[in-house]
């Protein structure tokens, strides 16, 4: 079993920070890469950032620079910096992992239950 566990989001001003977590645990022998997606009231889920395991970035045209992914491997962690929020970043975020299980061995992908971040104007 593979749980992956969403943290931080919450209430902010426009123009505020906040930092999302996403932590896995279970029967994992690896994690590949780590994501963060967010879906927005009647639109489709989208790709906000990636990591690759060793580390290589990458990100939505409407984040760019104002957010910055980071991941920690010794503790299955990824993380989603978020600066100068707009109200348009309003949206459930979810993290996704690429995961390799430690028994059966499986390689499948796997989702956090979201977390609500709203940014008001």
């Known amino acids: 079993q593979v749980q992956l566990v969403e943290s931080g989001g919450g209430l902010v001003q426009a123009g505020g920070s906040l930092r999302l977590s996403c932590a896995a645990s279970g029967s994992i022998r690896s994690i590949n890469a780590m994501a963060w997606y967010r879906q927005a009231p009647g639109k489709q889920r989208e790709l906000v950032a990636s990591i690759t395991s060793v580390g290589n970035t990458n990100y939505a045209d409407s984040v760019k620079g104002r957010v910055t992914i980071s991941r920690d491997n010794a503790k299955n962690t990824v993380y989603l910096q978020m600066n100068s929020l707009k109200p348009e970043d309003t949206a459930v975020y979810y993290c996704?992992?690429?995961?390799?299980?430690?028994?059966?061995?499986?390689?499948?992908?796997?989702w956090g239950q979201g977390t609500q971040v709203t940014v008001s104007s």
């Open positions: 996704n992992a690429d995961i390799t299980r430690s028994w059966p061995g499986t390689r499948g992908s796997y």
